[in-house]
């Protein structure tokens, strides 16, 4: 089997001195790994970073063994914020997160454009507002759509609505900026409820039931926001 498609890198692991394991999010062909021959080469190794676009080459011989890619360097997009720790780990972020939830092999073109536009979200004045929305639409991509305008509930505090969830258990509180259309630049402290609410709801739903430990490049990025 071989293929051609442009992808996003999700991850990357050494699997010798010269070759690592690719995780990537491919346009037409879903997320699928494989072996990087010559990772470590001065050719190839300054684009292979974490969110970088690329062209690659396919190639699985199913006889039991690993695939391999040939790649060529398409949007080298992530060393533009080298300099930007906060948009950095909101990088690693998305994309592992994107790894996490995902099914390898299972074609997703709206999950791809969607990495598109998290780089546009990157752009923006109130990007880390647009990446927490960014993050219910991945969410509804993979079917856990959260619909927090249907769940929530409101009661007056100091003349001021305030939006919560309940259940038997717990009542989380619900930044407004989820719920009301809302432009106006948003404190610091919503946006961490914000990312908080949606990261607790991953945990739960998904995480969680599949044995999986909460990421800590998430953790990273939240707390940087602090």
């Known amino acids: 089997m071989n293929w051609n498609d442009s992808a996003y890198l999700l991850s990357k692991n050494k699997y010798n001195e010269n070759s690592i394991i690719a995780e990537l999010f491919s346009e037409n062909h879903g997320k699928v790994s494989g072996v990087i021959f010559g990772a470590s080469s001065k050719k190839i190794k300054n684009y292979l970073e974490i969110g970088n676009k690329i062209h690659i080459n396919y190639t699985h011989k199913n006889d039991g063994r690993m695939g391999y890619f040939k790649v060529e360097i398409l949007n080298a997009i992530t060393p533009l914020y080298f300099d930007n720790k906060k948009k950095l780990l909101c990088i690693t972020s998305a994309m592992n997160l994107i790894k996490i939830i995902t099914v390898e092999a299972q074609n997703n073109s709206n999950i791809y454009y969607l990495i598109d536009n998290f780089f546009n979200i990157l752009s923006t004045e109130n990007w880390t507002k647009e990446y927490i929305f960014w993050e219910l639409e991945l969410l509804r991509l993979v079917g856990f759509d959260l619909e927090l305008k249907k769940l929530v509930n409101f009661e007056i505090i100091n003349n ?15 930044p407004s900026f989820l719920v009301e259309v809302n432009s106006n630049k948003i404190d610091k402290t919503s946006l961490i409820k914000g990312l908080n609410l949606v990261g607790d709801y991953i945990d739960k739903n998904i995480l969680k039931p599949n044995n999986i430990n909460y990421p800590s490049s998430r953790l990273d990025f939240i707390n940087i926001l602090k």
Request: aromatic share 20%; hydrophobic share 35%; charged share 35%.
């Open 160 to 174: 001021k609505k305030q939006y919560f969830v309940q259940n038997n258990f717990e009542k989380k509180i619900v």
